[in-house]
Nanobody, 118 residues
Framework: AQLVESGGGSVQAGGSLRLSCAAS????????MGWYRQAPGKQRELVAVIRSGDNTNYADSVKGRFTISRDNAKNTVYLQMNSLKPEDTAVYYC?????????????WGQGTQVTVSS
């Protein structure tokens, strides 16, 4: 599977951005799609994930501000980010997980920079 992200950029605190991730290629048996982020000097962390049945999970730090959604017809997942804070600054990566029997296969996008200034 290939993932292409878009929508990153620079915004002032309190602003909004919407990230998109379009999947193509071998995208059968998708278990989940999600967004992770990695700030300089920090480990990559889960931001939000959407699973089969549209079950979602969010990091505590983004609950109430970020919303993950997907358009199955377009094989695209979105991350609407509102009330952005400087601490949201990071490279955001799209993730797609396929599950075949008991094995997980993870695919990653190239990353898109989000910069929030105070």
């Amino acid at each position: 599977a290939q993932l292409v992200e878009s929508g990153g950029g620079s915004v002032q605190a309190g602003g909004s951005l919407r990230l998109s991730c379009a999947a193509s290629g071998n995208i059968v048996s998708i278990n989940a799609m999600g967004w992770y982020r990695q700030a300089p000097g920090k480990q990559r962390e889960l931001v939000a994930v959407i699973r089969s049945g549209d079950n979602t999970n969010y990091a505590d730090s983004v609950k109430g501000r970020f919303t993950i959604s997907r358009d199955n017809a377009k094989n695209t997942v979105y991350l609407q980010m509102n009330s952005l804070k400087p601490e949201d600054t990071a490279v955001y990566y799209c993730n797609l997980r396929r599950r075949v029997y008991t094995t997980n296969y993870d695919y990653w996008g190239q990353g898109t920079q989000v910069t929030v200034s105070s």
